[in-house]
């Protein structure tokens, strides 16, 4: 079975801080795709950032960064310079190989203080 | 260039009514997923369906929940004889074909059963 765990329910990050959100996922596939989507209170999923399993280095866009650590099963999101707008419920999802759906964590509520 | 359209945002029907959600996927995209997200939790897949292949039925929870996409192109998400646990937020994504393919997805329906 295909699970991500993320394990911080909740967490708050002063404005312009940095702030790094957890999700661990099992699998025993080699090859597969993770994702952090984003969800504010309009509702609509927003991509944040995807990365690819066999590519060793870290997904990257913009403030938003990953620490992919494929051993450990491990896929953080880094959010740097943290602004207003990035309070939202974030969720990790794993794309394993021949999978119809994604499956995602639990989510993580991200406030962001001024 | 629309995004994935859902309607309608909110719907509120007694319990045992049948209720039908629509979803409109971005033009052009062949896969379509429908998703419910309850309160709290992560989103858990219903249903899957790719080009005019059979679809994906393993997610959905009762046979009171059926779904049908007409023309390859908008989807139906109906349930029957609702009960009060079908209350959440029904989410609809598509993508296009293709490894790495990420999902758009819309603003949901807000379902509550009274």
């Known amino acids: 079975a295909q699970t991500v765990t993320q394990s911080q329910p909740e967490m708050s990050v002063q404005e312009a801080e940095t702030v790094t959100l957890s999700c661990t996922y099992d699998?025993?596939?080699?090859?597969?795709?993770l994702f952090w989507y984003k969800q504010p209170p309009s509702r609509q999923m927003i991509l944040v950032i995807r990365q690819e399993a066999y590519k060793q280095q870290n997904a990257t866009e913009n403030r938003f960064s990953v620490n992919f650590q494929k051993a450990a099963k491990s896929f953080s999101l880094k959010i740097s310079d943290s602004q207003l707008g990035d309070t939202a419920m974030y969720f990790c999802?794993?794309?394993?190989?021949?999978?119809?759906?994604?499956?995602f964590g639990t989510g993580t509520r991200l406030t962001v203080i001024p | 260039g629309a995004g994935v359209s859902q309607s309608p945002s909110n719907k509120v029907t007694e319990k045992g009514k049948d209720v039908e959600l629509r979803c409109d996927p971005i033009?052009?995209?062949?896969?379509l997923y429908w998703y419910r997200q309850s309160l709290g939790q992560g989103l858990e897949f219903l249903i899957y369906?790719?080009?005019?292949?059979?679809?994906?039925k393993s997610g959905l929870p009762s046979d009171r929940f059926s779904a049908e996409r007409t023309g390859g192109s908008v989807s139906t998400l109906t349930i029957q004889r609702t009960q009060q646990e079908d209350s959440a937020v029904y989410l609809c994504?598509?993508?296009?074909?293709?490894?790495?393919?990420?999902?758009?997805f819309g603003d949901g329906t807000r379902l509550s059963i009274l």
């Open positions: 994504a598509s993508s296009a074909t293709g490894p790495s393919k990420p999902q758009h």
């Open positions: 033009s052009g995209h062949t896969a």
């Open positions: 699998t025993s596939e080699n090859n597969y795709y």
């Open positions: 999802a794993f794309d394993p190989p021949g999978a119809n759906n994604l499956f």
């Open positions: 369906f790719q080009g005019n292949s059979a679809p994906d």
